[in-house]
């Protein structure tokens, strides 16, 4: 969704120099000027896309079906959940990460960006107590002998390395892979390959993923390569939380980027068209 940009306050509440009064030989200083117009009154069609924007009641929580199945299949096969975002993929990976727990075994939590690396570190530390959950990345480690470990995909696959050259063995019995569908990135896809082949059988692994299209044939090459059977899950079929994308004009409208046939809203269409005029006439003018 298109960030609103508001205007710069790192001035705003900071004491001004006095200028000299009136009337005494001094100049009057000028003071900052602001854009006082007022903001265009937004067409019905933004309206229509802020509709309904707020905070939910409060109910309940439910998990869905397709939780509850992943949690029962990961009692005996490695699972793939695909997804949608916002649907509570995460939930499953931190009930099975609790009933772990709760036995005294030990779980690896891998997600491919240290930003996420760092939330899911400390959501876990909410959840279970900051004594159970250690962090691993490549610049950061804390409490590498909890139970719980949550570190880059990388340094999980780098520790099975690790293992081998050893002769020991990966203290986990669950491994979550997050946003697995990286697996197919052109550069960093190897290390999620190597980190899936070189895990043991007798470790579960759950991958969560809101982009795989082809998660049977994923599942199967799994299977093939690790010598263990793996459940697909399917989510809901949409977005529990739609996305609404739009765009913030210079002059202070917002405009929906799509119109309700789900195409380009013409007016930034013709925007896009004008800016290509703009620059084909900017590169005949320079080679002439």
């Known amino acids: 969704m298109a960030s609103l940009r508001r205007n710069n306050r790192k001035d705003w509440g900071k004491k001004r120099p006095r ?3 009136r009337g005494h030989g001094g100049t009057e200083k000028s003071e900052p000027k602001y854009d006082l117009r007022p903001v265009p009154t937004q067409s019905r069609d933004v309206k229509r ?3 309904g924007i707020g905070t939910p009641r409060p109910t309940p ?3 869905d079906p397709f939780q509850l199945e992943a949690l029962s299949a ?3 096969e490695d699972v793939l959940v695909t997804a949608p975002t916002g649907s509570g993929k995460t939930w499953i990976a931190r009930e099975e990460i609790r009933r772990l727990l709760e036995s005294g075994r030990r779980a690896w939590y891998t997600s491919p960006l240290k930003a996420l690396t760092n939330s ?3 959501e876990f530390i909410d959840e279970f107590g900051a004594e ?3 962090i691993l990345t490549g610049d950061r480690k804390e409490n590498s002998d909890a139970p719980l470990i949550v570190g880059t995909t990388e340094i999980y696959r780098n520790q099975l390395f690790d293992s081998l ?3 020991s063995e990966v203290s986990a019995d669950l491994v979550v892979l997050d946003e697995a569908h990286y697996l197919a990135d052109e550069e960093r896809g190897h290390v999620w390959e190597e980190a899936i082949i070189l895990t043991p059988p007798r470790i579960r692994l759950l991958l969560l993923s809101a982009t795989i299209g082809n998660a049977h044939e994923f599942a199967m ?3 093939e390569v690790r010598g263990v059977r793996c459940g697909v899950i399917g989510g809901p079929g949409k977005r529990p939380v739609p996305l609404r994308s739009a765009v913030l004009l210079p002059d202070k409208r917002l405009l929906p980027l799509l119109n309700e046939s789900g195409k380009l809203n013409h007016e930034i269409a013709q925007m896009i068209e004008r800016e290509r005029e703009d620059r084909d006439r900017s590169r005949h003018r320079d080679r002439h």
């Open 132 to 134: 159970r959950v250690g």
């Open 74 to 76: 990961l009692e005996y």
């Open 120 to 122: 899911k570190y400390q």
């Open 221 to 223: 090459w799994l299977e």
């Open 61 to 63: 929580f439910r998990p």
């Open 165 to 167: 050259r050893g002769g």
């Open 49 to 51: 896309l802020l509709e």
């Open 19 to 21: 200028g000299r009064p």
